[in-house]
């Protein structure tokens, strides 16, 4: 009884740690998904700044 006991809760952790490398990475890739999205992408702002730098250039020679 002992050794089964001792396989049942072998397979039992061996499935909960299955689980969790399965399910901690998607739930930090979704974290990481959802924060980019809020977060400006770095091309928008460098095409911002171009934008800035034109928009002067154009008013001074006007």
């Known amino acids: 009884m002992i050794i089964r006991d001792m396989n049942l809760s072998l397979i039992i ?3 909960v740690i299955v689980l969790a490398l399965i399910i901690l990475p ?3 890739s979704y974290k990481a ?3 980019e999205k809020n977060n400006k992408n770095e091309w928008d702002k460098i095409k911002e700044y171009g ?3 034109n928009n002067k250039t ?3 020679y006007k």
């Open 58 to 60: 154009r008013e001074k």
């Open 51 to 53: 934008n800035k730098i």
């Open 13 to 15: 952790s061996c499935l």
């Open 33 to 35: 998904e959802k924060e």
């Open 26 to 28: 998607l739930i930090v």
